[in-house]
């Protein structure tokens, strides 16, 4: 019966929760956007491929913002802007009508994920709280903790941890890990088997086309600037 009525339909509604990158934007001068973006990218491109994006002008005038000339910039360097927050009615309206959605959301919620790429100067945090995911992480899924992060299962591709401190993987760690995302560049990385897409520590990043293939259980630590990889 719920199969006949399955069929009889053309999509189904459910709820889920997403994370968002959210761009506060602090001087909207075209040329002085598009090059920290260009550079911020460069440092980070597989992080910040085909990202969804929410733009923040809550701390900039409206009169000064070319939203598409913004808009253009960020798809040209592969980031995806989808909404804005922090606008007045004309400007959501003006948003609207380039086909960006408007959110109400409070900056005070928002997490400082990418600061440490972009300046040099953020400090490591001091307190923390710990998450435990007991189930595997799926493709497209991303998970943030502001302390340390710890994984029981296993970590699929195309997902993403983000933690203020450690990440534990007790399975295999696909996708792309970055801990220490706040600074701390203390924070390690440690997992049963490694085969990940990306792994930075406070802002600094290694590709796996960098890295010599790992069959062993192993630590990943940020030493004189350079991520290494070390046998457990």
């Known amino acids: 019966m719920v199969d006949n009525v399955l069929k009889l339909k053309a999509f189904k509604l459910k709820g889920r929760l997403y994370t968002l990158t959210v761009l506060q934007v602090l001087d909207a001068s075209p040329d002085k956007f598009d090059k920290q973006l260009m550079d911020l990218v460069k440092k980070a491109p597989m992080l910040f491929d085909s990202a969804p994006i929410v733009l923040d002008f809550s701390m900039v005038q409206e ?121 701390d560049e203390t924070a390690r990385i440690f997992c049963q088997a490694f085969d990940p897409e990306l792994v930075a520590i406070a802002g600094v990043y290694r590709l796996p086309e960098t890295m010599e293939r790992v069959t062993h259980a192993c630590q990943i630590a940020l030493k004189r600037g350079r991520i290494e990889i070390e046998r457990l």
């Not at 598409?68 to 995806?80: D, F, I, P």
């Not at 804005?84 to 408007?102: H, I, P």
């Open 63 to 183: 009169g000064d913002v070319d939203l598409s000339v913004l808009s253009a910039s960020m798809r040209q360097h592969g980031l995806l802007p989808i909404a804005v927050q922090g606008g007045s009615d004309v400007f959501n309206t003006r948003a609207r009508e380039q086909g960006l959605v408007t959110l109400r959301a409070s900056t005070t919620q928002d997490k400082h994920i990418t600061e440490k790429l972009a300046t040099s100067d953020i400090k490591p945090i001091e307190t923390s709280t710990t998450k435990l995911v007991t189930t595997p992480v799926r493709s497209g899924q991303q998970i943030v903790s502001s302390g340390d992060l710890i994984i029981v299962s296993s970590v699929s591709p195309g997902s993403e941890l983000l933690a203020e401190g450690n990440i534990h993987v007790y399975g295999t760690l696909r996708g792309r890990a970055l801990a220490g995302i706040s600074g």
